[in-house]
């Protein structure tokens, strides 16, 4: 069964840190993009970060030098090392598998989704 399962959301204070993980089942990283995306109350989604099976990886720009994409072949997962956190950074945050090995923002390119794990940065 193909599966993505978030975890490590969490409250941290401002200028914490936290690592997201995304462990994947029913397919392997080799030959897909994995993505983070995450949705704010009241906002649209939107892609946070991206990495490609060459270990190419992409930033939204507001998150550019804070953020860190890796992975864990041998481990199926995917984390997101995320410091420096700030207020807006409050969101759900999911992982997403694209259906290719391109990195795109556009939610609609990707075809499995996680449920999601809730990430607050508030002092």
């Known amino acids: 069964q193909l599966q993505l399962v978030e975890s490590g959301g969490d409250l941290a204070q401002p200028g914490g840190s936290l690592r997201l993980s995304c462990a994947v089942s029913?397919?392997?990283?080799?030959?897909?993009?994995i993505a983070w995306f995450r949705q704010a109350p009241g906002k649209e989604r939107e892609g946070v970060s991206c990495i490609r099976r060459s270990d190419s990886t992409y930033y939204l720009d507001s998150v550019k030098g804070r953020f860190t994409i890796s992975r864990d072949n041998a481990k199926n997962t995917v984390y997101l090392q995320m410091n420096s956190l700030k207020p807006e950074d409050t969101a759900v945050y999911y992982c997403?598998?694209?259906?290719?090995?391109?990195?795109?923002?556009?939610?609609?390119?990707?075809?499995?989704w996680g449920q999601g794990t809730q990430v607050t940065v508030s002092s």
């Open positions: 997403a598998r694209r259906r290719g090995n391109y990195c795109t923002p556009q939610v609609r390119d990707y075809d499995y």
């Open positions: 029913g397919f392997t990283l080799d030959y897909h993009a």
